[in-house]
């Protein structure tokens, strides 16, 4: 194995070390960029603590249209954020510190990246913003991982989709009697997302440390399963 998708949660990274140590690790995008709108979030329940009763009215429900991507805001939504980031600098701050971040992820070259992101960090580290100040050190230290998105563009999402899929069929079931059966319902939907033969207990072994290494439901079908 080469490749393989995480977020930036420590007991990833312990698992892939242990189970995959020559492997290249790739931190997803959307991982990143969700820890970028928890930040702006903060900014905002922060700003609404700092401020008069009368002025944090105007922070209120405001949350969405703050988080939300800048093209699928409603038209009054765009008007209220617009008048959000006017009036107040820190949300203003804190929003195109979110939006920069995406940018870069999302339309960088693999060359201009690095130049880009360190940009961003030294920008993060002066916002005095103390949400963001903690996100720069947090992405400083997984540059490398986050970068390497930029070379491979992979992401988590093909895994989460499969483990959605194996949960709908646990709870379709209410419940199982063995570790087998789960595991033969688990067939049909693992054969769409492979090629050749239909998947054996072997592959869904592999299956767990594949692309984004160990996820919640997989470690409880291990246990499950007493491996």
């Not at 990143?32 to 700092?50: G, K, N, P």
């Not at 580290?125 to 992405?139: E, H």
């Not at 070379?151 to 989709?161: D, F, I, K, Q, S």
Request: aromatic share 8%; glycine share 6%.
């Amino acid at each position: 194995m080469e490749l393989v998708t995480a977020d930036l949660a420590s007991s990833w990274q312990k698992a892939l070390a242990a189970w995959v140590p020559h492997a290249r690790v790739v931190f997803d995008r959307f991982h990143v960029e969700r820890l970028a709108s928890d930040a702006v979030d903060e900014v905002r329940r922060s700003e609404q603590r700092r401020l008069e009763p009368a002025d944090a009215k105007a922070l209120k429900g405001t949350r969405y249209a703050l988080l939300k991507h800048p093209g699928r805001l409603k038209p009054g939504e765009a008007r209220r954020l617009e008048t959000l980031r006017r009036e107040n600098r820190a949300l203003d701050r804190a929003y195109e510190l979110k939006e920069y971040l995406a940018t870069i992820l999302g339309q960088a070259t693999p060359e201009d990246a690095p130049d880009l992101l360190e940009e961003w960090l030294e920008w993060a580290a002066r916002s005095r913003l103390a949400s963001f100040v903690k996100l720069g050190r947090t992405i400083r230290k997984h540059a490398e991982g986050i970068l390497a998105y930029l070379y491979t563009r992979m992401t988590n999402g093909p895994v989460e989709g499969i483990n959605n899929k194996l949960r709908v069929i646990a709870r379709r079931a209410y419940g199982f009697l063995s570790a087998g059966a789960l595991i033969s319902m688990l067939f049909p939907v693992l054969r769409r997302h492979r090629t050749g033969t239909a998947p054996t207990h072997t592959h869904l072994k592999r299956f767990r440390f594949s692309l984004s290494g160990i996820t919640c439901y997989q470690k409880w079908l291990l246990n499950l399963s007493g491996r």
